[in-house]
């Protein structure tokens, strides 16, 4: 079992920065999989940023030199750094980790870039 807990979201004016973080309930070293999905109003959810086992990262092309997913082991916590955001930013963020396959997902964080 993995419980992930987010925080950090808000709203941010077009061009501006956040940094999201997900801890999760156990050491990150045994999570195969780790990172960001956002779902926006009537669309699908959607990659944005990810760590598979390497660790190697996977973004959305939509996010590429704008946003950057980093861990910190220790903490047991990844972090989305998201800057130069638009308004098809917004959404609501979600946490996700995959362990001996199982998918477990945060309850997610509202992201609103708007002016």
């Known amino acids: 079992q993995v419980q992930l807990v987010e925080s950090g979201g808000g709203l941010v004016q077009p061009g501006g920065s956040l940094r999201l973080s997900c801890a999760a309930s156990?050491?990150?070293?045994?999570?195969?999989?780790m990172g960001w999905y956002r779902q926006a109003p009537g669309k699908q959810r959607e990659l944005v940023a990810t760590f598979t086992s390497g660790p190697t990262t996977n973004y959305a092309d939509s996010v590429k030199g704008r946003f950057t997913i980093s861990r910190d082991d220790a903490k047991n916590t990844v972090y989305l750094q998201m800057s130069s955001l638009k308004p098809e930013d917004t959404a609501v963020y979600y946490c996700y980790a995959a362990r001996l396959g199982v998918n477990y997902w945060g309850q997610g964080t509202q992201v609103t870039v708007s002016s």
């Open positions: 156990r050491s990150i070293f045994s999570i195969s999989a």
